[in-house]
């Protein structure tokens, strides 16, 4: 809980700068040139895994492990992610011959990201919680100013946005060096061929999980630029960004718990510990997709200019999608704290597969909704074999009932608002507080939680 709360500052205040945000792109970007600028961000987190060899996720998991040396651990990460600054050089002559835009920019962009990952997750790792937090908020307040700058007063359009994220991440980057005096853990006579061997034993099979997991989330851009056109990707962009709200939250949780579930692993009641984490987060995330499933037409209507209004019609289902994304990851933990990577990836091929295949077929047939349901039956995928496959390490126990009448609940919900049947604010008000009362037992137990704590720290 403690750094729920801490990891809840950072993230909160630098993901509500984000979301507030969107609005002004709405106003000074086109659809067209908004699902450009996301196609290429969304290229960058394809790359980030691979030019870094992911070595940023075992720098922390290793760290974890209090019989490493701080110094040795960075050193050697740091020393494969300078591999990646090569790896640019090489790879921009290519990339001008065959005319990519942007190519210099997206390069930077690149570098800066698997730059700041390592630090964060260096940062993270060695209790530097608060610095972490504070982190995500420079970015993201750097970010708002570069962006009132360069697209508001320069008008500088698609360029003006990427040269905000390429200041916004510079400006990270030196506040989490400064803060942490972080060439303090840089030492060369830790160097080691063996432990970066060991290092990347750990992190490269987590690149094809990244990938595949990608292809899961992501890649149904590239289906909606392909089938419906750069326009349609700019409504689907802002559409998720509603989905992210819930995403935030449960990144909230997802550091404090990768660090709980790490260390209650071996404990005799880490199945009862495990389980009771997860039917909140189940409660917790059922009730949140309701009220935005309540509340999303008319939000939509002040939150994005009217060229975007109509992307609230693909906001419901896409936070399904998000929904079973969280439930995935949250099991994804029990394999990185049990060591056995390999069974992220596998699972995750079967939702990249899923996915890519609903894509394929539905986006053609009913248009940027495809993807939604791409996504969700994707991650639905994963987090069902997930379940079943960790009952070998770690055996978590579901209130199954509550979570089928939760979620059939929500189905209702989202068909009666995309069909617009007669009432529907009504009915789906009705559903809402059937949901609440399912869940009413895991709701006063989250209040109760979050009201002891505050009162105990007062």
Request: net charge positive; charged share 10%.
């Amino acid at each position: 809980m403690n750094n729920s709360l801490i990891f809840s500052v950072g993230n909160l205040g630098s993901k509500l700068i984000n979301f507030l945000l969107v609005p002004l792109y709405t106003y000074v970007l086109t659809t067209s040139q908004y699902g450009t600028v996301d196609v290429l961000t969304t290229t960058v987190a394809v790359f980030l895994p691979i030019v870094s060899l992911s070595i940023f996720d075992a720098v922390f998991r290793f760290l974890m492990d209090k019989n490493e040396n701080e110094k040795s651990v960075f050193t050697n990460g740091l020393l494969v992610t300078l591999y990646s600054a090569a790896l640019m050089i090489i790879v921009y002559p290519l990339l001008l011959f065959l005319k990519v835009p942007f190519a210099f920019s997206f390069l930077i962009i690149l570098f800066l990201n698997v730059l700041l990952a390592i630090f964060q997750n260096f940062t993270r790792a060695v209790g530097f919680v608060k610095i972490f937090a504070l982190t995500g908020i420079v970015n993201a307040f750097t970010l708002g100013l570069f962006n009132i700058l360069f697209l508001v007063v320069f008008k500088f359009g698609i360029a003006g946005y990427l040269f905000s994220i390429i200041f916004s991440l510079a400006c990270s980057i030196i506040f989490i060096s400064l803060t942490t005096k972080i060439w303090r853990f840089i030492d060369l006579q830790f160097l080691s061929f063996k432990e970066i061997k060991r290092f990347l034993k750990y992190s490269i099979p987590l690149i094809p999980n990244s990938l595949s997991w990608w292809m899961t989330n992501d890649a149904s851009r590239f289906f909606i630029l392909f089938f419906v056109g750069v326009s349609g990707n700019g409504l689907f962009a802002v559409s998720n960004k509603i989905p992210t709200v819930l995403s935030v939250f449960f990144g909230i949780f997802a550091q404090a718990w990768q660090i709980s579930a790490v260390s209650e692993f071996d404990q005799d009641d880490a199945p009862e510990f495990y389980s009771k984490v997860f039917n909140l987060l189940i409660s917790f995330s059922f009730i949140s997709v309701g009220f935005f499933v309540l509340f999303i037409k008319p939000f939509m209507s002040i939150y994005v200019s009217s060229d975007f209004f109509k992307a609230w019609q693909y906001v419901p289902v896409l936070l399904l999608a998000a929904t079973f994304s969280n439930f995935s990851s949250f099991l994804g933990t029990v394999y990185l704290a049990a060591k056995r990577t390999s069974g992220i990836f596998f699972t995750t091929v079967f939702g990249m597969i899923i996915n890519v295949i609903s894509c394929w077929f539905l986006i053609p047939v009913i248009g940027v909704h495809g993807a939604g349901i791409g996504g969700s039956l994707g991650f639905f995928t994963v987090t069902i074999i997930r379940y079943f496959q960790t009952k070998r390490f770690m055996v978590i126990t579901v209130d199954w009932t509550k979570s089928i009448i939760s979620f059939v609940l929500i189905l209702l919900m989202i068909c009666t608002l995309l069909i617009n049947v007669p009432f529907v604010y009504f009915i789906n008000s009705i559903a809402m507080f059937m949901i609440l009362v399912v869940n009413r037992a895991q709701l006063f137990t989250i209040a109760h939680k979050m009201l002891g704590f505050v009162l105990k720290r007062k």
